[in-house]
């Protein structure tokens, strides 16, 4: 096995990405689920998205929830928006980091925005110098990275292409989702290489549906390649409302188990976070995916020694 890093990042998505896919729940719901996870030791949160509420109705009250929630020192909080409206708002409550997405897949990226792949990533353009303008840090996120419900394979040399645009046109990051949950160790593997290729430089994410289980084989495939940065959402809330079929995301308990038990540090406290899979399943009053909710005991609740 190669080289482990010694720490690893995980952006907790749950707040958003996860309970978008989810039947709406109250904003005090909402604010308990986000301040509860900002006191697990995670650094990075995705809080919110300020999207239309007729197109994502599960977050009508971005503001509300975040105007209300806890701010913890030393966690950094982002928020998605899908366009210029979008973007307004978020820094206008206050964000400095900001996620936009656009598909890899032109079938996909029709069905969840209207417009093709090539009409978002101009869109995008603007759109980033317009945040760079108020300060803040734009990450762009190709989703459909390694298949598409509609159009199958995607090629790696499309998704670097994609990476190509946005990098010239100032991305000071990159995130690829496996939105269907198609991913593999040896997907993972050519896409990173793909994309390496032409831009070594760039800060990467990545971001694993569990749909086909293949997630922590991903996680380590990617970690061995020495990527340290990934999404995760707690319990595994999430999907896509326009990727039929794709369950939830790589389970935040179930990536942190994993990697403290290879020694491998998430400043994550694993005990505090189970006990908030538990909320998120009160609040939502249904059972999540993740296994390690009903495996006990809750052992290795801190990194082996390396």
Not at 106 to 123: G, P, Q
Not at 192 to 206: E, G, I, K, Q, S
Not at 256 to 271: E, Q, Y
């Amino acid at each position: 096995m190669a080289d482990l890093p010694d720490f690893v990042s995980i952006r907790e998505v749950g707040p958003r990405d996860g309970l978008q896919n989810e039947d709406p729940i109250p904003a005090d719901a909402k604010v308990r689920l986000l301040d509860a996870l900002s006191a697990t030791g995670v650094r990075r949160i995705e809080a919110v998205s300020f999207v239309h509420p007729l197109a994502i109705p599960q977050m009508a009250d971005a503001d509300d929830v975040w105007q209300r929630a806890a701010k913890a020192d030393g966690v950094r909080y982002s928020a998605l928006v899908p366009n210029t409206r979008g973007a307004q708002r978020a820094l206008a409550a206050g964000f400095t980091e900001i996620e936009v997405v656009v598909s890899a897949s032109d079938t996909h990226n029709r069905r969840n925005v209207k417009r093709s792949t090539d009409e978002s990533l101009d869109d995008i353009a603007e759109l980033i110098d317009l945040l760079h303008g108020a300060s803040a840090r734009v990450e762009v996120i190709v989703a459909t990275s390694f298949g598409c419900p509609y159009e199958g394979d995607i090629d790696p040399q499309r998704v670097a292409g994609i990476v190509d645009r946005v990098v010239r046109d100032g991305a000071d990051r990159v995130a690829f989702g496996d939105t269907t949950g198609m991913g593999t160790p040896r997907r993972v593997r050519e896409l990173l290489t793909a994309v390496r290729d032409r831009n070594a430089h760039v800060p990467v994410l990545l971001h694993f549906h569990n749909t086909r289980g293949t997630a922590l084989a991903n996680l380590l495939t990617a970690l061995e390649l020495g990527v340290t940065e990934f999404d995760a959402s707690v319990g595994g809330l999430g999907g896509c409302p326009y990727a039929p079929g794709a369950s939830g995301n790589l389970a935040t308990e179930e990536a942190v188990h994993m990697l403290h038990d290879m020694g491998v540090d998430t400043g994550i406290d694993l005990a505090a976070l189970i006990e908030v899979a538990e909320l998120a399943e009160e609040l939502l009053g249904k059972k999540l995916p993740s296994g390690v909710l009903r495996a006990g005991p809750r052992t290795r609740l801190t990194p082996m020694p390396s």
